[in-house]
């Protein structure tokens, strides 16, 4: 309920009926209530936020790698939001509701610098996963130097865990310690960086890979 401080033809602080009355600086004011708006989201709208919940949820999981690795296409955007921007064109299916990442169609690196030749990844003892490709030096820019991105994604714990820069190209194999994975489904990935840092491969998926 309202006060008044001044009589009837003085200022007043609080509700009266549809009017809030107050004093800021010494001032007396008087404003309308506000009217409290119901909002119903339209599919439209729905798909909208399931669809970006989905990629962010992912790209937030790398989000320091992909600093570094959508730097070339991160145009006054940063990394993670380059991602997220390409899952959302490329690799979001389904039909409203109920949409999913194709992780296949995922990209968690992206440039120019040419990727291996036929990459694999096979779960190995000891929560290891080993990862290995044909060695493809002097394609383009490639150099038997460059440096392997090896990436694996559990999405049951929504965590990833990945490497910069291990393995060089020429080495035609490297491996990555999925201890915080064990007994879990991941979605692997690999790509390349130039020794300089200055360029980079589009990322190649490796396939589902079950932790042992």
Known sequence: MGKFEKGILGGFSGKVGTVIGGNWKGIDYMRSRSRKRKFIATDKQLAVQIRFGLATKFANSM???LQLTFKDYAVEQTGINSCVSYILKDAIIGIFPDFSISYPNVLVSRGDL????APTAV??????VNFS???NSGVGIAKPTDKAILVAYCPEMNGAIYTTGSAARSALTDELNLAGFTGKPVETYIGFISEDGLNIARSLYTGQVTVS
Do not use: Q, R
Request: no cysteine; hydrophobic share 50%.
């Open 63 to 65: 989000g320091k790698l």
């Open 114 to 117: 040419p990727n291996v030749l």
């Open 123 to 128: 779960a190995a003892a000891g929560s290891m």
């Open 133 to 135: 490709w044909t060695n």
